[in-house]
C-alpha cells in the first residue's frame, strides 16, 4: 500500500514550457486534491476532485489544467509555464467520513519540486 | 486573504524547554487539523479537532480548539530535537473538502 505517490520528484522547465504532475494513489479514496506550496505561504489549493469525471477549481487555478478519468489518478497539467509557477506542489487524498460525519484526513503525496526559468 | 492566521511563524528553542503555537480565525469551522511537514516530505496529519473546547493530547503535544471554534492552539511539553519541523493548522468548512491552511510555524528544538 503505498499511498499518495507522485513523479517527478524534480523538474526545471523553461519558460513556456509545458508539462504534465502525476499522482496516484491506492487507498481507493474518492477525493483528490492539488496544492502549491510558496516558502512562508503555506499550501493553495489549485484544483480539487470528488470523483471520477468530476473537477473544480480551487484557489489559485489559473495556469493550471486538471483532468480525472480514473479514481486511483489525478494529473495536473501546466500549460505554458511562468516562473510564478516555481513552487512545491503537493496531491493529495482522503475518503469522506461518511454522512453527517464533520472530518476526514487527508493524506499527501511527498511533493514535486518545480523550478520555471 | 488569509483564513488563518499562525503564531508565531518561526520558534527556536532548547530541547526540554515548552512551547505553544496558536492558530487564529474570525471564521468558524467545522473542524481543525494540525499537521507536521518535514522538509522534502508533505504534511502529516497529527489530530483532528471536532468540538469546541475540545482538548486532545499525543504524547507530549496537547491540542486545543476554541470554543467558538475559530482557533485552536498546540502546546509541546519538553520540546525534544524530534520535534523540528513546519507545524501547520488546516480549517475545514465541510468535510472531504479543501482545507484552508494556516502559513505554518517553523519550529527548530536544538539539543
Known amino acids: 500500500n503505498a499511498g499518495v505517490t507522485q513523479t517527478p520528484k524534480f523538474r526545471i522547465l523553461k519558460i513556456g514550457q509545458s508539462m504534465t504532475l502525476q499522482c496516484t494513489q491506492d487507498?481507493?479514496?474518492?477525493?483528490m486534491y492539488w496544492y502549491r506550496q510558496d516558502p512562508g505561504m503555506g499550501l493553495k489549493l489549485i484544483y480539487y476532485?470528488?470523483?471520477?469525471?468530476?473537477?473544480d477549481k480551487g484557489e489559485v487555478p489559473n495556469g493550471y489544467n486538471v483532468s480525472r478519468s480514473t479514481t486511483e489518478d489525478f494529473p495536473l497539467r501546466l500549460e505554458l509555464a511562468a516562473p510564478s509557477q516555481t513552487s512545491v506542489y503537493f496531491c493529495a487524498s482522503s475518503y469522506p467520513a461518511g454522512a453527517g460525519a464533520l472530518t476526514d484526513t487527508q493524506y499527501f503525496g511527498p511533493g514535486t519540486r518545480l523550478t520555471v526559468l | 486573504t488569509q483564513l488563518l492566521e499562525q503564531s508565531p511563524q518561526f520558534l527556536s528553542i532548547q530541547e526540554g524547554e515548552n512551547l505553544t503555537v496558536y492558530c487564529n480565525s474570525s471564521s468558524v469551522f467545522s473542524s481543525l487539523q494540525w499537521y507536521r511537514q518535514e522538509p522534502g516530505e508533505g504534511p502529516v496529519l497529527l489530530v483532528t479537532?471536532?468540538?469546541?473546547?475540545e482538548v486532545k493530547k499525543l504524547k507530549r503535544l496537547t491540542f486545543q480548539f476554541g470554543d467558538a471554534r475559530k482557533d485552536s492552539s498546540l502546546h509541546i511539553t519538553a520540546a525534544q530535537p524530534g520535534d523540528t519541523g513546519l507545524y501547520l493548522c488546516?480549517?475545514?468548512?465541510?468535510?472531504?473538502?479543501?482545507?484552508?491552511f494556516g502559513k505554518g510555524t517553523s519550529l527548530l528544538v536544538t539539543p
Open positions: 479537532v471536532v468540538t469546541g473546547g
Open positions: 476532485s470528488v470523483g471520477a469525471g468530476i473537477t
Open positions: 488546516a480549517g475545514a468548512r465541510l468535510a472531504g473538502y479543501a482545507l484552508n
Open positions: 487507498m481507493n479514496h474518492n477525493y
